[in-house]
């Protein structure tokens, strides 16, 4: 007799397959959709009919199994598979790939929600965000560019906005520094012709250098031959020094003011004073001259006045150090044009000697502003067997304190000319630019490959083969490693960590719900988001440049399909044979 059950049954098995129909279909439909995870659906047979439970085995009978049929098919649950898929290059900065079981982390609103789709992009706030607007979550970096992993912050990453500059700490040198060369025992002298002191030319003694020209009533004159006012007290003279060469390397313009504070300030003069003695030092710090002994070791630069009023000028020693005077170097102004253009004339008594070396280099300060630093060697000492002693020194126009020297100190050679020690190797210059200040940066003499020795040769070479530092760069490209730190790449060639992209692991990815655009929320079941860096707790590692694309498997969803497909029609056969018997059983009734 025909049973309208088999025709339920049939029906379950036709809503059944529609619905892996539905399931297939929507895996095909995402097949080049960006990181979609494929579905399967899962089928169990519904509760069925007892006629009997079965019975135990007895003496004479063995026992019977239950009698039982089945009522159809009912669908158990649906399975989210999150294998990996392909990954595929694109070449984009902004596209990420995971390979590994973490999600990034996005933020929309006050939700968060988390996602396999890499397919990101830059908003007009330079903000890494998805293509719906949702703000890809990590960690951010502190003023000193270190990663602070902690609480979440969004993606920030400001191409052509961002500046930065660095400041010089180190600077290496390489060279070999003529040990067979002359030790030094002289620097350059020039004299100046005598000067006199006095309220007129009836009345004169030997300068000092310490007259008052400011204010009272001495003048200064010059013989040239006779006495010939070169100063007058009080009437706010102008000294302008240029054109003074030192090895070769011109010294710059400078300007010395006799004249009050007040004045002085007004004028905007390089430096000031009253007296002769203001000058020379004055004129000491311009010429960089130093008689400051390091270990023993001085180059007797110094500049002083003798008995007969003359300016004796002593250069540093070293051929590098050897000074040029003419008598336009140094040429005065006042404010009643009174006194002499050219108030000093010096006259050249002596060459500086002894074998050197200079080198330039350029640092830069905190601002990236760039100085140069000369920087010069002069041989002092060689014994049997003991090798070579060299007094350096650093001087430099861009110095704001007194004088050009940012440094000097001293380099001991062994007799294989290799270097033994070198003290200090801190130079320290001025800055009054708004940098910091006063800015230092180390000098290395012996690093590796890049090392200074003191060996026979016929001179002495040396130069600056690495630095650190930088003049301002612009943020111009940035790329995103395995550990998910975002790295910007600036014009000044400089490199720095800009940020770290977060992401989330489940204990149980298949918990989680699709939210839909790509997006996944936590479930009830997927346990609590783990956020931590790429690479940690099993999360993976993030790929740049590539994104994941779906895991959907077309050859096993075609099959998927054609069993569903059969599935249905065998299920539809069912019904139709019920209905035939049904109405075989009305005939029967007739």
């Known amino acids: 007799m025909a049973s309208m059950s088999a025709m339920f049954t049939g029906l379950s098995g036709l809503s059944s397959n529609s619905q892996r129909l539905d399931v297939i279909g929507n ?3 995402n097949v080049n959709s960006t990181a979609f995870k494929s579905s399967r659906i899962h089928f169990a047979p519904t509760f069925s009919r007892n006629f009997s439970l079965g019975t135990m085995p007895g003496a004479t009978t063995g026992g019977t199994n239950p009698t039982q049929i089945g009522l159809g098919t009912t669908i158990s649950g649906t399975q989210r598979s999150f294998a990996n898929g392909a990954i595929n290059p694109t070449g984009i900065a902004t596209d990420l790939a995971i390979e590994g079981d973490g999600f990034f982390i996005v933020q929309q609103g006050n939700e968060r929600f988390y996602t396999r789709a890499g397919a990101f992009e ?4 330079n903000t890494l965000v998805t293509g719906s607007g949702g703000k890809v979550m990590g960690y951010p970096v502190d003023s000193q560019f270190n990663i602070q992993q902690g609480q979440l912050s969004e993606i920030n990453i400001p191409i052509g906005s961002m500046t930065l500059a660095e400041a010089t700490r180190n600077v290496a040198l390489n060279g070999n520094l003529n040990a067979a060369g002359t030790i030094a025992t002289t620097g350059s002298v020039h004299t100046s012709v005598p000067m006199y002191a006095g309220p007129d030319t009836t009345t004169l003694t030997a300068m000092t250098g310490n007259e008052n020209l400011v204010s009272g009533s001495n003048n200064l004159y010059l013989q040239n031959p006779t006495p010939q006012l070169a100063i007058e007290s009080g009437d706010n003279t102008i000294i302008t020094i240029s054109g003074i060469e030192k090895g070769g390397k011109d010294l710059g313009t400078h300007t010395f003011g006799f004249m009050d504070d007040a004045t002085a300030t007004a004028r905007g003069v390089d430096g000031h004073g009253s007296t002769m003695a203001d000058f020379t030092a004055f004129l000491e710090g311009v010429l960089g001259l130093s008689d400051d002994a390091v270990d023993g070791h001085d180059l007797g630069g110094s500049i002083s006045i003798n008995g007969d009023g003359e300016i004796i000028i002593n250069g540093n020693e070293g051929t590098v150090q050897d000074l040029r005077i003419t008598d336009a170097s140094i040429s005065a102004t006042s404010d009643s044009g009174n006194g002499m253009a050219n108030p000093f004339s010096f006259t050249k008594a002596n060459e500086a000697n002894g074998e050197a070396v200079r080198t330039s280099f350029v640092v830069y300060d905190s601002l990236g502003t760039p100085l140069t630093v000369d920087l010069s060697f002069v041989l002092q000492e060689t014994g049997p067997g003991e090798g070579s002693t060299w007094k350096f020194f650093a001087e430099s126009a861009d110095h704001d304190g007194p004088g050009r020297i940012v440094g000097q100190g001293v380099v001991q050679f062994d007799s294989a000319g290799q270097l033994v020690s070198s003290s200090p190797p801190t130079m320290t210059i001025t800055r009054g630019n708004g940098a910091q200040s006063p800015f230092s940066f180390d000098m290395s003499f012996d690093s ?19 630095q650190d530092g930088s003049p301002i760069g612009t943020l111009s490209n940035f790329t995103i490693g395995n550990d998910g730190r975002v790295t910007g790449s600036f014009t000044n060639g400089l490199t720095r960590t800009l940020g770290q992209i977060a992401v989330a692991k489940f204990t149980n990815p298949e918990g989680l719900v699709d939210v839909g655009n790509n ?6 079941n997927s346990g609590n988001a783990v956020v931590t860096a790429a690479g940690d707790f099993g999360t993976g590692r993030v790929i740049g440049g590539a994104l994941e694309l779906s895991n959907v498997d077309l050859s096993q969803e075609f099959i998927n399909m054609i069993l569903a497909s059969t599935g249905y029609s065998a299920s539809s056969r069912v019904i139709s044979t019920t209905n035939e018997l049904i109405q075989q059983l009305l005939v029967v009734g007739r």
């Open 448 to 466: 590796g490959a890049d090392s200074v020795s003191a060996l026979t040769d016929h001179q002495s070479n040396l130069s600056a083969t690495s």
């Open 519 to 524: 997006l996944f929320s936590e479930g009830v």
């Open 27 to 29: 895996n095909i439909a």
């Open 122 to 125: 830059r908003n007009s706030q």
